[in-house]
């Protein structure tokens, strides 16, 4: 019995599946990588069902898709990072389930472009998203998750949050306004929430869900409230200007791709 024993721990330790040893990260099953064409405009990331495509981007970009961190949050590296583009095509062997696909793409980035980086909680100017002076006013919270925002016929901005936390809002508002937004509400749970609000002329331009910008509003539009008065008025919710805390990838190296 303890002969039998022996030998199927030991057929089970040659399998690797002993408990506690860690599974090889998922990878894809093909790639190409090659420069993009001079003078391409556009570009962006197409994700299928087992297969990414990502056109005429940068390696700093493609590492924004990798560890789903926007581009303040990449530091380090050399002009060539931001400068050339590629196109990349990665097929998987099945479906991608939740976000598996950027382990594989950081896998991929670390194989074909040597690409090492290390994390770094920086503090960066931006706002921090809290509660306002008389409480919040968030609606009862609803399991029907999606993020929206368009422009009103007023040229107002209309932003509608379903099934979003406090920290989903907060990246959401970051990405509109080009600002650094973190959340220090406490607040736990997800809500549905909508506001709109006039667009800060001297901001960055706003993007739809596509990534094409938004067209500027009518030249006799009426101005809604801003973001800052929106936010308090419908929301109870206000943000702070102050240092606030950022997580960062920091690019320790990185060279042009090996060839297919």
């Known amino acids: ?101 950027r382990t594989m793409l ?14 770094e909680t920086h503090e960066k100017p931006g706002y921090a998203l809290v509660v306002g002076r008389n409480g919040p006013k968030l609606p009862p919270p609803i399991e029907d998750p999606s993020f929206t925002f368009r422009r009103t016929p007023s040229g107002d901005i209309s932003l509608t949050a379903r099934s979003a936390s406090m920290s989903q809002l907060a990246g959401g508002l970051s990405s509109m306004l080009g600002a650094i937004i973190v959340d220090q509400t406490g607040i736990e749970g997800r809500f549905n929430v909508s506001l709109e609000y006039a667009p800060d002329p001297n901001s960055q331009p706003l993007v739809s869900k596509s990534g094409a910008p938004l067209p500027p509003p009518p030249a006799d539009a009426a101005s809604g ?27 320790d190296r990185a060279s042009r791709p090996t060839a297919n």
């Open 106 to 119: 950081q896998s991929l980035l670390a194989d074909r472009f040597g690409l090492a980086i290390h994390r």
């Open 1 to 101: 019995m303890r002969h039998a024993l022996r030998n199927t721990l030991s057929l089970v330790a040659c399998l690797g599946i002993v408990r506690g040893q860690p599974s090889a990260p998922p990878a894809f099953e093909a790639a190409s990588i090659k420069p993009s064409s001079p003078g391409k405009v556009g570009g962006g990331i197409n994700v299928l069902h087992s297969r990414i495509r990502i056109v005429n981007s940068s390696l700093k970009f493609c590492i924004q898709v990798a560890w789903n961190v926007k581009d303040f949050q990449v530091s380090g590296g050399t002009g060539w990072m931001d400068s050339d583009r590629y196109e990349i095509d990665a097929v998987a062997t099945a479906p991608f389930q939740g976000g598996e696909y």
């Open 225 to 251: 409230p801003s973001i800052f008065n929106a936010l308090q008025e419908k929301l109870g919710l206000k943000l702070e200007a102050r240092k606030v805390p950022v997580g960062v990838i920091v690019i």
